[in-house]
């Protein structure tokens, strides 16, 4: 049997509720508390995360629906190889060689149907503190030492969440995407958590499963 709990916690570590036995409200599954890096951690190894929304207090995520891509369904179009094969010799690729650029640029990205960024200040320090610790990665693209492309996430003990990406130059967040994808490849990942489906990574192969096909992937901790 599923519980609801909609719980407004004080500023300190969040004691989160069991996301496999808490029924969501329009998938938000907490509210408030700090934007700390203890909480931080402690939300995506129960596949919970921030997502800032103005005029509200901060409202912690767990969707009933999670999008994630396989990497063996990766899906590069020809459009796409046609470019890379033209590109790629000029672009360098380099790992979190600047993450607080990476982060602030994909704050300031322009997206279509959106007015501002969800990325806030408090979340750019907050996640640029989790890479100083080796838990947030970036991935740069430059080219002629300009940074080009950028693509970030939370790299957790048992998965990698992707969160924003930036692009200045056309299919440069793609390629980024491409290049993080082969990165975690070689650490040994199989998949990798969107949060959502987007038209990009859609295009890629992106799909949704549910949040306990999802949990069971990232071995949540079980209480009663």
């Not at 003990?157 to 491409?178: R, T, V």
């Amino acid at each position: 049997m599923k519980i609801v709990a909609f719980v407004m916690y004080a500023p300190m570590r969040i004691n989160f509720p069991n996301p496999a036995t808490t029924e969501t409200i329009e998938d938000v599954i907490a509210v408030g508390g700090e934007l700390s890096v203890e909480n931080l951690i402690y939300a995506y190894s129960l596949g919970i995360f921030p997502w800032p929304h103005k005029g509200y207090p901060l409202l912690w995520f767990c969707p009933e629906k999670r999008g994630i891509i396989e990497f063996k369904d990766l899906h590069i179009s020809r459009s796409l190889q046609k470019w890379i094969r033209k590109n790629e010799a000029k672009i360098k690729v380099k790992l979190n060689h600047d993450f607080a650029a990476v982060i602030k640029n994909c704050r300031q990205q322009k997206r279509a149907g959106q007015k501002g960024s969800w990325i806030n200040a408090e979340i750019e320090k907050s996640y640029t503190e989790l890479n100083s610790l080796g838990v947030a990665l970036s991935l740069e693209c430059y080219v002629d030492d300009e940074l080009v492309a950028g693509i970030y996430g939370v790299l957790s003990k048992k998965y990698f969440s992707c969160e924003s990406m930036f692009y200045k130059i056309d299919n440069g967040s793609k390629f980024a995407f491409i290049k993080l994808v082969e990165h975690l490849k070689n650490l040994g990942h199989e998949w990798m958590d969107l949060q959502m489906i987007t038209e990009v990574s859609g295009s890629f192969g992106g799909k949704y499963i549910s949040k306990d096909q999802f949990l069971d992937r990232i071995e949540c901790p079980h209480w009663s």
